[in-house]
C-alpha cells in the first residue's frame, strides 16, 4: 500500500482519506501542468499545504492532491511600501527569517503584521484559505493583510486577484478554502518590525474586553486572555492570564535570549493539562508573570512551539484505551456578551466528560471584504481545545458538545470558524453563515467543472442541497 496516497490531518487525525495521487508541484507552471493534465482525465483535484486544518478542506476522496509545501519562493521586499511577494507554500518561520535577511542593516526592518497561533509550520495558502487571525487587539483578519495573489483556475489559467482586478475571485478565494483554485503566490502587506514589552496581569472573564481596550488605548497591539480549565474549580472559564503588548522606544536593548516555554514546558503543559488541571493552570500563569515587562520583537513574539503528534505520547502514558487528540473550536460572541456566554459555556462543560485541554480568548475586528465572512462585526472570540476519543461514542461526544457551543454562540448572536470540524447541523451553518448557499453558487459558477473538491465542500454542499 503506498502511504502517502492516505492523507490525514496532523494534529486531530480524524480527516483520514484515501487520494488517488500526490504531487509536489514546485513552480507555478507545475501546477498549471498538474491541473491541465487532471482536467484531461476528468479528475477531481485538492489541495494541502501544511495539513493542519481540521475540517477535511485539504483532501477528497480519489481526488488528485496538490501538496504545495515546495512553493516556497520570495522575492525582494519593496522598502519603499511595506510589500513582499511569497510563494503560497512557504511557512511563517521561514518568511520571518528571509524578510530579516533581506534587510540587514536597514533602519526600518518590515515584517508580519499577523499570524495564527499555536503552531508555525503553516503555509500562507492555507493561511488565505482560512483566512486566519492572530492576537492582534485591532486588526481584521488575513485578507487585511492581503494586496494581491495568483491564482491558478480549473483549466490552469492564471488570474492575478486584488482589490482592483478580479475583485469578486479575490474575496472568494480568501476564506474560501481551497474551492476556487490553487493559490501560487501571495502579496502580502507588511509593518515595521518593533520591539515590545508584555504586560502580564491575573484577572477574570468579566474584565477581559474592559481591561484590553484600556490596552489599546494605551498603545498595545497584540492581547489575549488564557482561562482556567479546570472544570472542578469555581474559576472554570472565569480566572485568566491577561497578556498584551505594548511599543517601546527603538533605543531599548533586547535581551540576548528571550523569556518564553521551550519544548520541555510545553511538555509538562501538556501533561498537567490532561492529569492535573488545577495544577496546569498554577504553572502556566506563574511563568507569564514571570515575563511580565519582557521585550519581544513584534514578528517572533507571535510564533511558538509546536509538539508533532504529541498525543501518542499522551495516550501511552495514560494507558488510553484508544487513541485520542483535541479537537478545536473557535466561536465568535459580541464583545458585551463575552461573560454571559463563558458563564454559560462553563456549566455547559464542567462535568468534564469532554475535557477542556486549553482555551483562549481574543479580539477581533470586523471583515468587510471577505464572502465569506466570519468576522462579520467586532467580536470576541473563544477557542477551546476538547478532549476528543477516537472511537464512536467519543466522538459523538464531542461533536454533541461541540454543537451545543455552536448553539450557544447563536443565542448571543454569535457565529462559529468553518476551518476546525464539520459537526454543525444545517440550521446552524445557516445561521452562523448566511452567505454560505451564495458561496456554494458562486463555487459553481467559477469551477463549473466541478474540479476543485474536498470532503469539507463535499459535506457542505450535500448538507445545504
Known amino acids: 500500500m503506498n502511504m502517502e496516497l492516505t492523507c490525514d490531518d496532523k494534529h486531530s487525525k480524524l480527516n483520514s482519506t484515501r487520494v488517488a495521487k500526490v504531487l509536489h508541484p514546485s513552480s507555478e507552471g507545475e501546477v498549471i501542468a498538474a491541473i491541465q493534465e487532471a482536467a484531461a482525465a476528468d479528475q477531481a483535484v485538492s489541495i494541502c499545504g501544511a495539513r ?24 525582494k521586499v519593496d522598502l519603499e511600501n511595506g510589500r513582499v511577494e511569497a510563494g503560497a507554500g512557504l511557512m511563517w518561520p521561514e518568511l520571518i527569517d528571509s524578510l530579516l535577511a533581506q534587510q540587514v542593516g536597514q533602519e526600518r526592518v518590515w515584517s508580519i503584521r499577523q499570524k495564527q497561533t499555536g503552531a508555525d509550520d503553516l503555509t500562507l495558502g492555507g ?33 492575478r ?37 508584555r504586560l502580564v496581569e491575573i484577572t477574570t472573564i468579566e474584565r477581559v474586553v474592559p481591561a484590553l481596550e484600556d490596552r489599546m488605548a494605551k498603545g498595545c497591539l497584540y492581547g489575549d486572555f488564557q482561562f482556567s480549565i479546570d472544570e472542578s474549580s469555581s474559576d ?12 517601546v522606544e527603538p533605543s531599548r536593548e533586547m535581551p540576548k535570549e528571550r523569556i518564553d516555554l521551550g519544548t520541555a514546558d510545553w511538555e509538562e503543559l501538556i501533561h498537567l493539562a490532561h492529569h492535573d488541571r488545577a495544577k496546569v493552570f498554577q504553572v502556566y500563569s506563574d511563568f507569564y508573570l514571570s515575563s511580565h515587562q ?25 494507558g488510553a484505551r484508544v487513541p485520542a487528540s483535541e479537537m478545536i473550536t473557535e466561536l465568535y460572541v459580541p464583545r458585551e456578551h463575552l461573560a454571559g456566554f463563558m458563564d454559560k459555556a462553563a456549566k455547559l462543560l464542567r462535568s468534564g466528560s469532554v475535557p477542556v485541554i486549553y482555551g483562549t480568548v ?30 464512536e461514542a467519543g466522538i459523538e461526544r464531542s461533536s ?51 474540479r476543485f473538491q474536498s470532503e469539507w465542500w463535499r459535506h457542505h454542499r450535500d448538507l445545504l442541497k
Open 236 to 247: 472554570f472559564l472565569k480566572l485568566g492570564v491577561l497578556s498584551s503588548y505594548r511599543p
Open 400 to 450: 454533541e458538545v461541540f454543537r451545543a457551543l455552536i448553539d450557544l454562540a447563536l443565542e448571543f448572536g454569535g457565529s462559529y470558524y468553518l476551518t476546525y470540524h464539520r459537526w454543525a447541523r444545517k440550521d446552524q451553518v445557516e445561521k452562523a453563515h448566511p452567505r454560505f448557499r451564495e458561496f456554494l453558487e458562486r463555487k459553481e459558477h467559477y469551477d463549473s467543472t466541478g
Open 127 to 159: 493561511s488565505l484559505a482560512a483566512n486566519i487571525h492572530g492576537r492582534g487587539l485591532q486588526m481584521r483578519p488575513m485578507i487585511d493583510d492581503v494586496e494581491a495573489f495568483t491564482l491558478i483556475d480549473g483549466s490552469g489559467c492564471r488570474h
Open 52 to 75: 493542519h486544518a481540521m475540517g477535511g478542506q485539504q483532501f477528497g476522496e480519489d481526488t488528485v492532491l496538490l501538496d504545495l509545501s515546495s512553493l516556497t519562493g520570495l522575492q
Open 294 to 318: 519582557s521585550l519581544y520583537w513584534s514578528d517572533t513574539h507571535q510564533l511558538s512551539v509546536y509538539l508533532e503528534d504529541y498525543h501518542a505520547k499522551v495516550d501511552h502514558d495514560c
Open 362 to 391: 481574543r479580539l477581533i475586528e470586523q471583515d468587510e471584504e471577505s464572502f465569506l465572512a466570519w468576522a462579520r462585526q467586532g467580536f470576541a472570540c473563544i477557542i477551546f481545545n476538547l478532549h476528543t476519543e477516537h472511537d
Open 161 to 197: 486577484c486584488s482589490r482592483e482586478e478580479n475583485e469578486e475571485l479575490f474575496c472568494l478565494v480568501i476564506g474560501g478554502y481551497g474551492c476556487f483554485g490553487v493559490i501560487t503566490s501571495v502579496q502580502l502587506r507588511l509593518t515595521p518590525r518593533r520591539k515590545l514589552e
